[in-house]
T-cell receptor, first 112, second 115 residues
């Protein structure tokens, strides 16, 4: 089955700096890669996703890049703000069965 | 309001006492799934359902049962709970687009403690 590894497990940055979270996946048939944000005590919510026919996708301060050859995808947050502090999860799915496998999560702390 | 509703939100029970966590969605989603969240282990899929009467095992199905008799409901059943099932449980649902993928909408979570 699919295995998703996520690094780092914790990340602390100063407000205004950039943050990068990286994930690797094992199943070369995976074609859908969402990122979820979970604030403390809340439910996970989708912030951005990318499909295997696209190499990069941006939404304001958030971007995701995908390297299919290396089976690697990353979340980039620019100009971080304290409200970006949360746990971020990457995930991968091959779509055909929608069995979505999550990474273990990254706790991002943005210090004012 | 579009939502996924789980009950109970909090439960403390004892080993072996059968319990059911209900999940209901009002978005007419075909896909529903259960996850458990444990510190350092992230979100692990327990069971999922592609449609009514269609269910399949996720990564950690042992000790759990599910059913999908109606499109809107997907209860999680613990026939004989054990302490290692103490966890935070999330139900989620999703539409399925032509690539069979889509945003997961999560419930608020159910924190279960088994003594």
């Amino acid at each position: 089955g699919e295995n998703v590894e996520q690094h780092p497990s914790t990340l602390s940055v100063q407000e205004g700096d950039s943050a990068v979270i990286k994930c690797t996946y094992s199943d070369s048939a995976s074609n859908y890669f969402p990122w979820y944000k979970q604030e403390l005590g809340k439910r996970p919510q989708l912030i951005i996703d990318i499909r295997s026919n696209v190499g990069e996708k941006k939404d304001q301060r958030i971007a995701v890049t995908l390297n299919k050859t290396a089976k690697h995808f990353s979340l980039h947050i620019t100009e971080t703000q304290p409200e970006d502090s949360a746990v971020y999860f990457c995930a991968a799915s091959r779509g055909s069965n929608y069995k979505l496998t999550f990474g273990k999560g990254t706790l991002l702390t943005v210090n004012p | 309001e579009a939502q996924v509703t789980q009950n109970p939100r909090y439960l403390i029970t004892v080993t072996g006492k059968k319990l059911t966590v209900t999940c209901s969605q009002n978005m007419n989603h075909e896909y529903m799934s259960w996850y458990r969240q444990d510190p350092g282990l992230g979100l692990r899929q327990i069971y999922y359902s592609m449609n009514v009467e269609v269910t399949d095992k996720g990564d950690v199905p042992e000790g759990y049962k599910v059913s999908r008799k109606e499109k809107r409901n997907f209860p999680l059943i613990l026939e004989s709970p054990s302490p290692n099932q103490t966890s935070l449980y999330f139900c989620a649902s999703s539409y399925r687009d032509t690539t069979n993928t889509g945003e997961l909408f999560f419930g608020e979570g159910s924190r279960l403690t088994v003594l």
